[in-house]
């Protein structure tokens, strides 16, 4: 069960992120289109905006619980790593504010504001490939959407994995030294961290484990966007609605 561990968290965290991502992206697409041609330009800045001004804020605490539960019970060959002993979902925000204070939900801000390119450009690359697509034919295909949703997660996820490594250290946060300004991660510390993992494993080092991190990210995205386009399809119909095209 060691794979599985902190999989309930993990569920609850993208079930939340991801309804926060698309329901914001394609409201705020709605209020700014308006029944004309979107472009690849709306799309990232959508994106962004979607991805930094609500999902990032809103589901930090989420996500930085989750780390938690995912490490806990893992074995550290650094020695100044405190272990961690919560016994769920509401025990360890419980425990956290306790022991670190409010603030110590949002350790990673900082890059996870700048990860909110990861999102963005995943929108922009499907997006702009869904547009190509539906000049030729008249809808998505399941095996269309499928693709060209693992394909954007695969772009976006090697564009930005560095940062998503420094993203989960800070969101651990459980390290004895330098406990000071932690708490949104500065620049500073993520420039620092960068700096490390480079000098301790080599310019590759900032892509160690990405092989794992692929296989998770696309095959989530690429099932999301599936689902999502069928589900979309799915209401239009009951509504007795044309799904535009142009969108």
């Not at 962004?48 to 605490?61: C, D, F, I, Q, R």
Request: with cysteine; aromatic share 12%.
């Amino acid at each position: 069960l060691a794979p599985y561990r902190g999989w309930f968290p993990v569920i609850s965290s993208l079930c939340c992120s991801n309804f926060v991502y698309f329901y914001t992206f394609n409201s705020l697409k709605a209020l700014w289109v308006k029944g004309q041609h979107s472009t690849t330009g709306k799309d990232l800045i959508l994106g962004v905006v979607a991805g930094s001004v609500v999902n990032v804020l809103l589901t930090t605490p989420l996500w930085v619980v989750n780390t938690r539960l995912k490490l806990q019970g893992a074995k550290f060959r650094n020695e100044d790593i405190v272990p961690t002993n919560y016994k769920g979902i509401i025990d360890a925000f419980h425990q956290i504010i306790r022991d670190e204070g409010v603030l110590a939900l949002w350790n990673g801000t900082f890059p996870s504001l700048l990860l909110v390119f990861n999102p963005a450009i995943q929108f922009m690359f499907y997006e702009g490939s869904k547009r190509k697509l539906l000049k030729k034919q008249l809808q998505l295909t399941s095996l269309d959407a499928f693709v060209i949703g693992a394909i954007a997660k695969a772009v976006a996820t090697t564009l930005t994995y560095p940062l998503q490594t420094v993203q989960s250290i800070l969101r651990f946060g459980r390290h004895r030294l330098n406990p000071e300004n932690r708490t949104l991660g500065s620049l500073r510390n993520v420039l620092y961290l960068l700096q490390q993992r480079v000098r301790r494993f080599g310019i590759m080092g900032l892509y160690k484990g990405l092989e794992a991190k692929l296989l998770q990210t696309v095959l989530t995205a690429a099932l999301m966007f599936l689902v999502y386009e069928k589900l979309t399809a799915a209401t239009f119909t009951v509504m007795g609605l044309k799904h535009s095209r142009k969108h």
